[in-house]
């Protein structure tokens, strides 16, 4: 029993930092390939768990990659597939000697092998399909038919179901007798006689309630079905919002077609953050830490030509008050504090408005005062670092023209960015595009245009 | 029973904008709200979950939130309170009836009330507490004495254990004659006799396999125990890296004090994206969309002064070359846009390196590589723009000179930008700070300086 126990995969203690691969770890590993030690690779990940092993094959190089997974050999865990970044999964598998990745996939759930298959090119995919057994296969075929994103793709097709009219005495019976149970199951899902999901009833409740009790009169309270081309990101969501821990999936009929688990929930919704917070950078697609330059650099790019054309916008506004900046170089050394201090509060704004939308707090019943408030903030912190700027311009350059111009500009400015970083990404999540996504663009150009322009301008009429 | 399955809370179906409080739903219960109906109220919020309820009220305004929260009177449910923003709770607890308030928090769970109570100001919760039995009192008052934000604050204090030397059938025996189980539990904890955790079974297995059975040989094969102070955001991490359903939590001596559910770890992770995509557009601590104005100003408010210390700095730079800029008016149209494009890129690698950093992608095995990576990706895309910007000068402005310096200053600020976007948050984040919070001023200033220290610099040098 005690060998049994410490058969756990056991991850160990690291204080400091919590979870991050250890150097020496690291190292350890590295010298095993460098000497080819195939002993001392598999006694050194053995006790890793696969989304460890996965991250360290992201970690290290190319190179090192290819020598590790040679050596590794038919102890290659499947799981590790499910858990590496796409952009390295092709990579892996291409290394793979054929009949370790039959082993390894074989291994695998269906949900997994789905989430393996759906991202590979076609030829890696057919090959693994190839692998399966014929019932797998099958449920892996038809879980591919739904749309990418889906919660279709997202279920086990394994679902432990019974029937609305039974008891207590009779699921357990029920349970205790099947052979094929799925890996991990923590509700009985109760089923009209068209196979209509009504109700759940947790392991917890169902051992703990006399053999016959009605397993209708112990469902629980909270009951969520999900339709199976329901977005993975509102299924994320839903388990969020409605503390979910799994939840059975519903085909177009209302028929019980599967189950969704919290923690792939929790997978997507990670995935989601990820995919918010790289867009607002400009950084959509990120592959991974490991990509090569040629395609990090092409990832970028559109981003950075998006805002060369927004920024040579913003120099045209410029060019309009040549005249003005030639009499008056100061306005040329001002001006970029303005475009700055607008650009800096149109994306607290957006932020907040973007983030509010996607845990669905922003909506119709209180999008105007929403707006309003980041308008009012706009408006009173503008006027309070106009009259700093104010103050700055008067000291800095003497006269106080110049002070009022810079003031009065910094007022606009900061309004117009309240109002453009609200009212943008709320604009462009009504016309079903990602606010996230292009959001950022639409509001710093604003706030460049109207920064430049108001500061100028004013100068221009008040000064000349 | 039809009856017992319609009381379960449907989450009414919303095809379009799935899970978005629909507007009618909320006229219709603002309806109820001015005609003073109470059993419209009722019947329009008793199909609604607690977590939609909440939204509601964090929805509406001030005004309408009393109202409501009068007129809903002693149906108000406990567990709305613990859905609610920190932002609008105390206003709502302040609201409540005190008999109200204490059948409510009489409902919740251990781990909710500690929720509850801990991010009100001390009057409130202290006035929770005393209307509390003494068991349930005592329980939270312990885990109040836990560090904030660490597992401690996190964990259940119920706990279903086995000694490890147990079979199967004592295990099943035990927990159907237990009285006083938690209301949702996924796993039994095997310990050893000094209380220490050493393995989980789940219910599915427990129930699938034979009495005899020893628990030890059916222990899952990933198994995790949390220390008690443990962050919370690593314990998200370990749930999700390591796919967690329950895992328990020891004390110091290695004794097995709590268990935390991954419903608890999923909201964690969301809090925690929240924070790091608010940290980076320099929002932080965001109460609520209904904050009031003052609260929201005053939060904005410190991040803007120091963009605005930082912007001020950057203008310095370009008052040192006034001269040139008052021969040549070009420059002065032109600077903005070296700096924004250096700014952007700088954006881009700052989220990429604090995004890695959070889901620990980014270590130091791979620092150098990544930052090797980022500087080359400067690079490349730095000359791309370099040529089109060349280009663009000449054209624009006449003469190659100009068309030389904006592409050469192109050029060093996207260096500049894949080298600080990667450098400052990497030295934050040693230094204990978080990089998502103080990383985006650093970046800015250092591409603004760069940018218009190498645009104008080396245009006094050619073109002077």
Redesign the interface.
């Known amino acids: 029993?005690a060998e049994?126990?410490q058969?756990?995969?056991?991850?160990a203690e690291r204080?400091e930092d919590?979870?991050?691969?250890d150097?020496q770890a690291?190292a350890r590993i590295m010298y095993a390939v460098d000497i080819s030690d195939q002993a001392l690779l598999w006694g050194e990940l053995d006790p890793l768990?696969p989304?460890?092993i996965a991250?360290l094959l992201?970690?290290?190089?190319a190179f090192d990659r290819r020598r590790l997974i040679e050596l590794y050999g038919h102890e290659f865990d499947g799981d590790v597939l499910t858990e590496l970044d796409e952009s390295i999964r092709e990579e892996v598998i291409s290394i793979l000697r054929p009949e370790v990745l039959a082993e390894a996939v074989r291994e695998l759930e269906s949900d997994d092998v789905v989430d393996l298959v759906e991202d590979l090119e076609e030829g890696q995919a057919a090959a693994i399909l190839e692998v399966l057994e014929d019932s797998d296969r099958t449920l892996v075929e038809q879980s591919l038919t739904y749309p990418e994103y889906s919660a279709g793709r997202l279920m086990q097709r394994e679902v432990?179901m019974a029937p609305?009219?039974w008891n207590v005495g009779e699921a357990?019976d029920f349970?205790?007798n099947?052979e094929d149970?799925?890996d991990?199951?923590?509700h009985v899902t109760l089923v009209d006689p068209r196979l209509k999901p009504?109700?759940n009833v947790?392991?917890?409740k169902?051992?703990?309630s006399r053999r016959e009790v009605?397993l209708?009169?112990i469902?629980?309270?909270?009951?969520?079905v999900i339709?199976v081309a329901?977005?993975e990101g509102?299924v994320a969501?839903?388990?969020?919002?409605?503390?979910?821990?799994s939840a059975p999936v519903v085909d177009e009929n209302e028929r019980l077609v599967g189950v969704i688990t919290?923690?792939d929930?929790?997978?997507v919704?990670?995935e989601e953050?990820?995919e918010?917070?790289?867009r607002?950078?400009?950084?959509s697609e990120?592959g991974?830490?490991?990509?090569?330059?040629?395609d990090?650099?092409k990832r970028?790019?559109p981003?950075?030509a998006v805002?060369?054309v927004t920024?040579?916008f913003?120099?045209l506004v410029?060019?309009q008050f040549?005249a003005a900046?030639?009499q008056i170089?100061?306005?040329?050394?001002?001006?970029?504090?303005v475009?700055?201090?607008g650009g800096?509060?149109g994306?607290?704004s957006?932020?907040?408005a973007?983030?509010?939308i996607a845990?669905?707090?922003?909506?119709?019943?209180?999008v105007w005062?929403?707006i309003r408030?980041?308008v009012?903030?706009g408006l009173?912190?503008g006027v309070?670092?106009a009259v700093?700027?104010g103050i700055?311009g008067v000291l800095w350059f003497g006269g106080p023209e110049l002070g009022y111009v810079i003031g009065a500009a910094m007022v606009i400015n900061m309004v117009m960015a309240g109002l453009a970083g609200t009212v943008i990404p709320v604009m462009l999540e009504r016309m079903g595009i990602d606010p996230a996504l292009a959001s950022g663009a639409f509001v710093t150009t604003v706030t460049?245009v109207v920064g430049?322009f108001a500061f100028l301008g004013l100068a221009a009429m008040v000064l000349l």
């Open positions: 029993m049994e126990l058969d756990i995969e056991e991850t204080d919590a979870y991050v691969l150097r690291v768990h989304a460890d991250d992201e970690q290290i190089n432990v609305e009219h357990i349970i205790r099947q149970l799925p991990q199951f923590y009504v109700g947790t392991l917890g169902l051992m703990s009605m209708s009169s469902v629980e309270e909270t009951f969520h339709p329901q977005d509102d969501y839903a388990f969020n919002q409605y503390h979910l821990i919290i923690d929930a929790m997978a919704l990670d953050h990820e918010d917070i790289l607002l950078a400009g950084v990120e991974s830490l490991s990509d090569r330059v040629i990090t650099t970028r790019f981003w950075l805002n060369l920024a040579i913003a120099s410029i060019a040549e900046i030639a170089v100061a306005l040329a050394v001002l001006m970029p504090i475009a700055s201090m800096n509060a994306t607290q957006l932020t907040v973007v983030r509010a845990t669905k707090d922003l909506t119709g019943s209180n005062r929403f408030r980041e009012l903030v009173v912190n309070i670092f700093v700027m700055v460049d430049f």
